[in-house]
């Protein structure tokens, strides 16, 4: 979980910029095996969803070694709410294209029995 941390006056100075770092090394301790995939969605109970998706993104842009981690996306919209689902997964993945292909159109399939 992410928390907006607070001053005494009530002003916010933003999170903790050690959770970043934390987030990565635990990613980049799982990606020890590159055959690891890492699906996640980001939680919806507080309606601050979108603002995971574009944290995670901006911790893997910041802190991933992008020749070997590839951060895949798809967002589905359901009625009034917004899921946001990203995997993680090596280059070095046996079945590469086909897992990101598998991936996208799950997502597709889902929109399609929405409609």
């Not at 100075?13 to 095996?33: A, E, L, P, Q």
């Amino acid at each position: 979980q992410l928390f907006i941390i607070k001053k005494r006056n009530g002003i916010h100075i933003g999170t903790d910029v050690k959770i970043g770092r934390t987030v990565s090394s635990i990613v980049h301790s799982f990606f020890r095996n590159p055959s690891n995939i890492l699906v996640y969605i980001c939680d919806t109970s507080d309606k601050h969803q979108a603002a995971r998706d574009r944290k995670f993104k901006i911790w893997f842009k910041q802190y991933a070694s992008l020749d070997d981690l590839v951060f895949v996306s798809e967002v589905i919209d359901v009625e009034d709410d917004s899921y946001f689902a990203s995997m993680i997964l090596s280059r070095r993945t046996t079945d590469f294209y086909q897992i990101q292909t598998t991936f996208h159109d799950y997502f597709q399939d889902l929109r399609s029995k929405l409609e």
